[in-house]
């Protein structure tokens, strides 16, 4: 796929990733611009519903980090996360969606530079993949309607 | 064992709950009008007389216990059922004392699926390993195993788990790999052909929410497909938000599901949803070494954790590299 | 209405003149029948049909309808009709029953509903008199019958080499004149040769008059009875044919958005939960039993016809064998 620039989403733990990839920005550590960051207080917050709603609405991949474990700002968030995507990432595999669309890290607070790699890495990942076809909503008559009414 | 004893047995258990244990409702089966029998709630021992069970009880009455939440309650319990019973006991949807459970041998219930175009017929009773169609007008015996959900036989615990009386009997023996060999045949496809596959059974549902109400675990007043903030999925039954349909509630499932089968016999479209919850279970059985449903007391394996949990995330296991900044 | 016989070939031929229709019919795809497009030529000559697994609602009211488009701080698109001419063969009776019961509430009573009217406009239905029962369907029992024109623009009799069509709709009767052996002007059904029409033991269920229900079994603990049994899931709304309720809702994306209809269920708790929290219809004794009134006292006091059309499809479908035959005989031979 020529020129595909893929669509991801990151859900970024306030403490910890959020915290990493704000390190990455000031540093001056280079990295594709496909990433859309969501901040949220910690990994346990993620609903894995967040991801299927964001490949639902459009997105080619969806990522989710936080805190190394042992180091949740709340204690035990991010084991509750580790169990709770592990099998929802399972889960979108089995149904055939690709594997590469949905990533789960752990980004500390001064892993400017991993976060930098993780893009990198991901980006390429979700490029190879191709556009989102497997779960995502028809939306060409919406789409046709906002480009005649302009 | 034949059907006439445990009817007898059932009714006489049935009585002894309402007067020696002051059971407000007992949840059993009756006879419906094609003989299959349908759930019933009795309210009074005399009412018991229409009371019993055969292998054409499909539902769960484990579902039925949010309408008659606060009262004491008698249960018809096979092996399914009870485990279904020890999770709402987890969850705290229900309180152990005030249930009393009649366990139930199963040998299993019959698939309608199966039945194909027999289905509507009239169904006379199962008896040992065999079971009764009238059809018309002919009476046709035919075999059980051949007819049996898959999740019957691949139950690995048709008898009760937990019981205040325990019907005399003999459960089904012997689980095969009826369930496991549809996830696999699965997991043999390409990803291309699964995405296929589960995207024609998404094509199939109409959003009717049979299976949803037919099953013990699904109990929550709100459902999030009724949340409009956030909207997760629209009201219409188009493939993505079906999918994402059947994909949630198997995920909300896991770790939680008993594989009774009551979703499966409830569809009217006949999709395939025992493949994705039978693939849940295996899941979370390889991962967390976790059967639901085993002992009252244990947390659910999707709301709890443990430190040597299996980690396949990006940057996991702290290296010295990736512990100095750089 | 017009009786016309004619050979088989004929018939078809005759339909085949309906160049500018898209013919539709019941066409079966693994366990399911849904009515799909196909051509005059995929038409079996012995014109049988299965029964559809979800009769005519689907394309009259189909389960996901956009109503209209609209952009923010402008107004509406105006309302998205479907003009298409549709052909329908193979339906039954019961079905073109059902598409009554939905005039009744989409066509009359003041309110019209625009996108109903031009698909039912725009449409000829043509049903097949059945040639057997189902083990589930009861229309015999209701007093309607297998045999029965039910308003649909015309219903074919399976008369062995040749077909019996009664034609409701004066256009398609003149249509078929010219290929037709013979014809004649009739009143009603019996006087008409319908060929081996089906026919029964059966118990007939005396319908009581909208009227009498409500007083006598409004408070009957019948309805406690079908609650402990029902699981309220949707299944016999979304099969049943007479079922019209209908949600909408708003699909959105960025400043445009469409609203669209998709069904819903008087079973679910949600149906006629209130925004301040109370629910008239709390549970599921309320719910069934507004169900049953609906079909059997509410639609027949407001319109004037039956709401159920025996056709069988809840009874299959429920999950708890929950049987409506049984509660109309325990209804309709109710005496206090």
Redesign the interface.
Known sequence: MENFEPKIIAFLCNWCSYAGADLAGVSRFQYPANVRVIRVPCSGRVNPLFVLKALYEGADGVLVSGCHPGDCHYQSGNYYARRRLEVFKKLLEFSGISPARFKMAWISASEGAQFAQLIREFTEEVKKAGPNQEIIRE?S???E??NE?R | MSLGEITEELIAKGREAFLNEGIEVL?GFEK???G??????FFSPDSLKTLCWDASA??NLA??LP?YRGKKIGILAPGCVSRSLVILINEGQIVREKLKVIGIPCPGVIDRRKLGPLK??HFLGSKGEKFLLESDNQILELPLEEYLCDCCLSCRYPSPVIYDYMIQGKSREGATDALEGRVKKINSLSEIERLRYFQDQAE?C?????????CPMCYC?SCFV?SSEPRWL?????IPDNLIWLLTRTYHLAGRCVECG?CE??C???VDLMSLLAWAKQTVFQLFNYTPGLEIGEKPALGSFSYDDPDFFWGGGLTEEKKCCT | MLYLKLTRKNFLAALGSFSDYQVYAPKRT???VHLKEITILELPENLQFERCTHSAKELFLP??E?LF?F?RF?SA?KPLLDETKRLIIGLRPCDARALQVLDSNFLQGGFDDPYYRSRRENSLVLTIACREF???CFCDALGLGPDLLNGADAIIYDLGDQVGVLAGNTVLAQRLQAFALETKEVENETQVDRGAVPSREVELLPVKSPEEYFPLIFQDKLWE?I???C?????C???CPTCYCF?I?D????????R?R??D?CM???YTLEASGHNPRP??KERWRQRFMHKFSYIPYLHGLLGCTGCGRC???C?????I??VVKYVATFTG
């Open positions: 939306k008559d919406l789409e309607f906002l009414s | 949840l419906s009008s094609s299959f029998l349908k759930p019933k709630a499909s539902t579902a039925l309408k509507n017929s199939k109409i959003r009717c929410y049979a299976c949803r109400q037919a007043e009724e629209t009201a219409a039954p188009t009551a016999q409830a009217p479209e006949g | 693994e366990d399911k389960p996901e956009t488009y952009k402008s698109q189902e083990k589930t009875e609650e402990s049994a699981l309220g899931c949707g299944a709304s979304y099969l949600d809702t699909v959105n994306l960025g400043p445009v958005g469409k669209i998709t069904y269920s679910f708790n949600m549970t599921l009874l299959e479908a999950p708890s064998r929950i049987d035959r049984e």
